[in-house]
């Protein structure tokens, strides 16, 4: 699938949205006029118009009540309007944390690999590898509890501030297979761009059922104050007011009508592209039609008790079931008909197939066969000690601001053309082109699935363990920073000691020991497996985590390529998921505006990846080759010193220009990398980089083979 098309989709189905949102309030205007009208009767008796009639052949004029008046309609408008719009906008902002204010709305529980429950740590493992696989962030994992359908969702913003929640249904009744194809097709909808959009369906809908809200609670208050006034005392006020109460009922109920429209007109056909995607992502159609199939054959289907069930029904793997939507019909439903779906991955299915796996659920085989089916891949050991409180203050204790305004300096290139990069030492043979890396940005495939669970298997207990609490994720970053050299290594310690404690010090030598026997190619993974954790800093902790790197980073006077990357990828991340400005709107969208920027971008990338200036210009060449003539024409090759800070400030640039310019940098970038065929683990991690900060999601490119040089 086209990740860049998708993202286009989603697009417009944001203005599709926004245009059934102005149908729905035009039509409730016009069921709101009725009550406006009989307030406005009720107190002024009613606006009188004058019209000539015809008697006996002769014209006279006559008053009648005036039932369609256009300042009662401009205010019904204005009421209705104000009423929708500001209820959506305080859902929308309700929900401003992102995926985790979604979850937590619904009694969602965190999830971490520390989890004692094998059925929770399945879970974990399985949204880590696929996270991996991805190119994506790891999300913040729930557990719904208290819920016994088999259900799904994926909640947030952008892909930094993504959520997954599970039913404790699905965890008990799935096997890993089943699992791994749900949430598959719930990563599907991170990739496609849906979330952001699920969530303004969730504003746009709740502004509606408030005017429903309204007409409730008069008509509870006529209920509960009628008793206590006679009718002589307020009779009347209160008929008019439970008139009008009644009407905004009625209106709240046909308001639900057209948000389930809405719903289904926007959400239908996404479900079928997700579970498209999920096979493709895990080539395993069984999967997805087995944990279908239990849905339809489970008791609780895969129905949702929370009072919020209807907010979220468009955004979950299968359809939120309810007594109203038991009543309607396939025209308001979110989610296509079940056994449609089905059919689609299992062509052979019929219903008689529900008889034996109603009876395995009935067994609970899907727990019992945990050991078979749902052990980790990962080998990641749940168990480790959480860090109290107190032990994660003391960890921070005598922290201190630093300058982090140092330049993001790089050596500049000899009269001879060497450079000198620090960390350089691998080339490694990849079985993609550069002319494939658009296609696979969100389009993650089983052979990398296969391998980001290998990777994870081979990490060692210690990072593993370490990585589910704040102070061991901090920890392992500062770890993967520490230089190789104990020249170098020296001046970071001395800088830990001043701004950290001993706790983080003794912490940080004892994983480094782990880190540093670790291939180059864990590196980038490591950091991903880390995001979920640090999303979980407080801001003075950010605080003092962001100035701490910086420290390091220029604690021996340069910067190497992998610093640079994991300080970009990281903090833009983490600004995001726990600042976020990574919402504002596009503000570049001419190319040619922006080749200045792109011309320095490129020329970085290939002097980082180059011996010599002749095979960086060819390189140069290779990346504007894949542009449009009119602007590679544009384009020259900038010889002498690159300095990182300006590439960082390029790439925040580039993060603000338009799909489709982003599109033509992650191609000129992929063919400056890979089109020689000679490929440093920097230069991959520095692109990456460029994809991360463009939040692009690149799976990992997996190596063929390794050579030193």
């Given amino acids: 699938m086209d990740f860049f098309e998708q993202q286009d989709s989603a697009r417009r189905n944001t203005t599709y949205l926004i245009v059934l949102f102005a149908m729905a309030v035009i039509a409730l205007t016009a069921v709101m006029y009725v009550p406006v009208y009989l307030l406005d009767f009720h107190i002024t008796g009613g606006a009188l118009k004058t019209e000539m009639v015809m008697v006996n052949g002769r014209y006279m004029t006559t008053e009648t009540l005036d039932y369609f008046q256009w300042k009662l309609v401009g205010f019904s408008l204005l009421v209705t309007a104000l009423v929708v719009g500001l209820g959506s906008y305080y859902k929308v902002s309700q929900l401003g944390e992102g995926g985790s204010s979604v979850a937590l709305e619904l009694g969602g529980v965190e999830v971490d690999a520390r989890s004692e429950d094998p059925l929770r740590r399945r879970l974990y493992n399985v949204v880590e590898e696929m996270s991996l696989a991805s190119g994506l962030a790891v999300p913040l994992v729930y557990v719904l509890p208290d819920e016994v359908g088999i259900n799904a969702f994926a909640a947030g913003y952008t892909i930094n501030d993504a959520a997954v929640a599970v039913t404790q249904g699905a965890l008990e009744a799935l096997t890993r297979d089943e699992l791994q194809a749900v949430i598959a097709h719930e990563f599907s909808h991170i990739l496609n761009g849906d979330m952001r959009l699920n969530i303004r369906l969730i504003g746009v809908v709740h502004g509606i059922l408030l005017i429903s809200i309204a ?39 046909l308001g639900v009508m057209f948000g389930r429209m809405i719903k289904s007109a926007v959400s239908r056909q996404r479900e079928y592209l997700a579970d498209a ?41 299968g359809a939120v079931s309810s007594r109203f939507t038991m009543t309607m019909t396939g025209w308001f439903e979110s989610h296509p008909p079940l056994e449609e779906r089905i059919r689609r991955w299992d062509p052979g299915y019929d219903a008689s197939q529900l008889d034996a796996i109603r009876a395995q659920l009935e067994r609970g085989q899907a727990r019992a066969g945990l050991a078979m089916a749902g052990a980790p891949m990962s080998g990641a050991a749940g168990g480790a000690t959480p860090e109290g409180a107190m032990m994660m203050a003391a960890a921070w204790a005598g922290a201190s601001p630093s300058s982090s305004g140092a330049s993001l300096g790089m050596q500049s290139q000899s009269s001879g053309g060497g450079n000198d990069w620090s960390g350089q030492s691998r080339e490694l043979s990849y079985a993609v082109g550069a002319e494939e890396i658009v296609d696979l940005i969100g389009n993650p495939s089983p052979e990398r699935l296969v391998y980001c669970s290998s990777l994870l298997g081979e990490l060692p207990r210690p990072i593993m363990e370490a990585r589910s609490d704040v102070m061991g994720a901090s920890a392992l970053v500062f770890a993967l920073l520490m230089d190789e050299s104990e020249e170098g290594r020296r001046p970071q310690i001395e800088l830990l000691h001043r701004q950290t404690s001993e706790t983080m010090l003794r912490e940080v030598r004892r994983l ?155 191609n000129a970038a992929a063919f400056c990398v890979l089109g020689d065929g000679r490929v440093r683990v920097e230069e991959v991690e520095m692109l990456r980089a460029v994809c991360d900060v463009l939040d692009l999601p690149l799976p990992p490119l997996v190596p063929e083979a390794t050579r030193r040089v």
Wanted: with cysteine; net charge positive; proline share 4%.
């Fill in 215 to 253: 007409g409730r609670g008069m008509l509870e208050m006529i209920w509960r104050g009628g008793s206590r006034r006679s009718s002589k005392n307020g009779g009347p006020a209160l008929l008019a007011i439970g008139a009008v109460g009644l009407l905004l009922a009625v209106g709240g109920w």
């Fill in 512 to 666: 480094w020991e782990h880190v540093a026997a670790l291939d180059a190619e864990f590196r980038l993974p490591l950091v991903d497996l880390l995001f979920p954790t640090l999303r979980r800093m407080t801001p003075e902790q950010y605080r003092t985590f962001r100035e701490v790197v910086g420290a390091m980073i220029y604690a021996d006077q340069r910067v190497t390529l992998f610093e640079f990357v994991v300080q970009k990828v990281l903090m833009h991340r983490l600004e995001v998921a726990l600042g976020r400005p990574g919402r504002r709107a596009t503000q570049f969208v001419a190319m040619r505006a922006m080749l200045p920027e792109l011309q320095l971008l490129l020329s970085a990338l290939v002097i980082m990846g180059h011996d010599h200036v002749s095979e960086a210009r060819a390189a140069f060449d290779a990346g504007c080759g894949a542009l449009p003539p009119t602007f590679a024409r544009e384009l020259h090759f900038q010889e002498g010193a690159v300095n990182l800070q300006q590439v960082g400030a390029v790439l925040d640039r580039f993060a603000l220009a338009s799909l489709q310019i982003k599109r033509h940098v992650i």
């Fill in 277 to 317: 995607a999920a096979v493709q992502f895990t080539r395993n159609p069984a999967g997805l039609a087995g944990a279908l199939k239990k849905i339809a054959a489970h008791q609780a289907g895969s129905g949702l008790f929370s009072p919020h069930a209807e907010e979220v029904s468009h955004m979950c793997f």
